[in-house]
T-cell receptor, first 118, second 110 residues
Framework: ETGVTQTPRHLVMGMTNKKSLKCEQHLGHNAMYWYKQSAKKPLELMFVYNFKEQTENNSVPSRFSPECPNSSHLFLHLHTLQPEDSALYLCASSQPGGLAGSSTDTQYFGPGTRLTVL | RKEVEQDPGPFNVPEGATVAFNCTYSNSASQSFFWYRQDCRKEPKLLMS???SGNEDGRFTAQLNRASQYISLLIRDSKLSDSATYLC???????????FGSGTKLNVKP
């Protein structure tokens, strides 16, 4: 499936590095999301963008900086991360404003970036 | 109180068994309901959407009870390949806000 793609798939970085995660969706959706999933823990919502505007920041530390240049692309810029930030970072998209209870409000996930902070 | 609650399991069942998971949600205004499947170290993938009074897809049946605010997933004739974590997801009427349960782990044994 290539509806939502993420790069890189794996990333190892030191605490002083700066890196970026990229997400691209080919589904024509207008909402995009970043989630964090630590080992054996539930998904944690980080950010939501709706029509390129950030509509949700779930108390995420400033060392994570999202960017949404258009409805198809979403970035997560990383700097001075901590080892506890090591996790699977998942991007998702959906189509807001769809008819409730229809298939248009379903969320689709990318394969994730597995991040290790040394 | 969590928006969505699930029994974490694990549910250990033999092949061919029927297994059911329940999920409760707290927001009575919730509009849309989903079951996702997540394999180890992979992304969640949509298994089924749950609409109105429920729906069936092959061996999988999802039910919605709005009055009691719970949804269920029934898997019949379990296969080894059904082993995964099953996530209950609720859209609370705000189309941009999806609430995920912590997942129920299923192990199907030969």
């Amino acid at each position: 499936e290539t509806g939502v793609t993420q790069t890189p798939r794996h990333l190892v970085m030191g605490m002083t590095n700066k890196k970026s995660l990229k997400c691209e969706q080919h589904l024509g959706h207008n909402a995009m999301y970043w989630y964090k999933q630590s080992a054996k823990k539930p998904l944690e919502l980080m950010f939501v963008y709706n029509f390129k505007e950030q509509t949700e920041n779930n108390s995420v530390p400033s060392r994570f900086s999202p960017e949404c240049p258009n409805s198809s692309h979403l970035f997560l810029h990383l700097h001075t991360l901590q080892p506890e930030d090591s996790a699977l970072y998942l991007c998702a998209s959906s189509q807001p404003g769809g008819l409730a209870g229809s298939s248009t409000d379903t969320q689709y996930f990318g394969p994730g970036t597995r991040l290790t902070v040394l | 109180r969590k928006e969505v609650e699930q029994d974490p399991g694990p549910f250990n069942v033999p092949e061919g068994a029927t297994v059911a998971f329940n999920c409760t949600y707290s927001n009575s205004a919730s509009q849309s309901f989903f079951w996702y499947r997540q394999d180890c170290r992979k992304e969640p993938k949509l298994l089924m959407s749950v609409y109105s009074s429920g729906n069936e897809d092959g061996r999988f049946t999802a039910q919605l009870n709005r009055a009691s605010q719970y949804i269920s997933l029934l898997i019949r004739d379990s296969k080894l390949s059904d082993s995964a974590t099953y996530l209950c997801v609720v859209n609370a009427g705000n189309f941009n806000k999806f609430y995920f349960g912590s997942g129920t782990k299923l192990n199907v044994k030969p």
